[in-house]
């Protein structure tokens, strides 16, 4: 097991930088003693974020990146064009092995393209997924794929399974984890014309637990560790869970803010409130790995903050630290 | 314009059937004037429900039907099996005019196959779409096309959003509706195949509002008012529309029951919170169109209570005295 992890962070990606990527980082150097980050970006800036923090100052290393990749840009021609940009020098830090993984709040495109071509695919790996992590009743799912690349394949959505499966074991901690892939029925019968091709595929995939099809509705609940689906309907469900989300707790805002007795109600409740809906905040899951990689990319949200930076870094740990990828080549390539 | 506006309904369909079943055609005749209720179904259990309660004798008709198709059976076949019952008995009735629209909270199978098959499509429609209405911050968007038919082609959906357009201006009371697309991000490249080639037909389609691509995110918000994409797409939105909302309501109840402070304002802010809710409630609606049939078909849900059997039927009422058959047949036909 590595004693030493070493996480690249693009310090310039994301709404919030350098501020609070910055911070994050710190935080999880001060949790976590076999961490060590390097900060990739505009040097001063970063140095402006530094001062007057306490943090161990062997485990926190500058690495100077003039260029930024702005979300606007055209991905593919950014990777080729922006040598000196946080992102491409922080993943190609993870290609040369001088890091075990890369975490950006930068444009997802550029993520999604700088991670296939700079750090490479495990070989046999078809299309590496997008796998955010979303919270439910009972705990969290993994929701695989939510990539850039859509209309998948059958043998694209078998791996989709593998990877999930060994990333949910071995990351997240949770033992056989149950598989489902995403229908419009419950019933074997149901589905479009490629969940019909894939279903029998799970079901006779001998390494993961598939427990059949799951309608949307019964995701939130937490029924299924394992969401497989294409990546356009996994980009539907991640963004929508967000939308009813945000537009849920704007509507019982308002309802608790229209009377008076609702108001005092209101102020008596918060505190409790928060606490059980920040349980089901995606950005207390510290973002979506990209898998299938030769080393980790995790993607966090634009707007991600400084908790969202810091479990990100310790997710990059726990993957090191388990040897995910070796996991991956052992199960799906020997 | 009709004045007295005829509309059977399935009093056996539902998992609370007949009880809010025919509870509800009473609030609705009670409440409309002009319309007629026949209510479908085993007579002396319709009978039984309508022991005591006030409502004009001459606007509420029964019409016997031994039969019951459930929700299991094999929607082709229990169609052409059980001539006797309620489904296939009002179904055609609408086939032979003597109502205009059927609202059923059966089998969703059985009312998509006997709406295509007993009441029979206008002609040039390729393919009827069922259409729920969904609750947004502010209003309500029409969801087109959820049905059983997935893996549309992109004349299809041209035809949705044209459907759509009609329904909310003349059924909702929208002036120009704005129709958006589903799609995996708002930029003009992104998408997959079906959406790629459907954009620009949309873009050139002269009668409706195109705005152009909607992200899952912002279907809550409601900055559009028809949602168009594809059935497997549609079940998803569906469901996990209202799988977040039911898991952030028990989420919200758990947090305001975890301590005694929290325990004091949820009882001060119940009521408030109760009446907002309810907007966001998709009950409240009054079911789902099926679209482009010679008359209206509207599917409720199985658990529906007498308030969206009640709004179900005003719906029948405005579309037929809206007389929108005709109009989709003039706007998309001439």
New interface residues.
Partial sequence: MPDNICVAIDAMGGDNAPCEIVKGALLAVNECDKVTVYLVGVTELIEKELTGKSYDRNRVVLIDAKEIIDTAEPPVMAIRKKKDSSLVKGLTMVKEGTCDAFISAGSTGAVLVGGQVLVGRIKGIKRPPLAPLIP??TGVSILIDCG?N??ARPEHLIQFAQLGSIYMEYVVGIENPKVAI?N??AEEEK???L?KETFPLLKNCPDINFIGSI???????GIADVIVCE???G??????????????????K???L??A??K??????????????K??DTEEYGGAPLLGLNGLVVKTHGSAKAIEIKNAVLQCVQFTEQEVGKKIQERLFS
Avoid: H
């Fill in positions: 439910t009743e850039a859509v209309d995403v419009n029925g589905g479009n014309a969940v309608e949307a509705r019964d995701i939130p609940a990546a356009f309907v980009n539907v469900i991640l963004k929508l869970y967000e939308g009813v989300g945000a537009t849920m707790i704007k509507i019982i308002k309802g608790m229209s009377t007795r609702a005092i109600g209101a102020l008596l409740v918060k505190p409790a409130l928060k606490k059980t809906l349980a089901f």
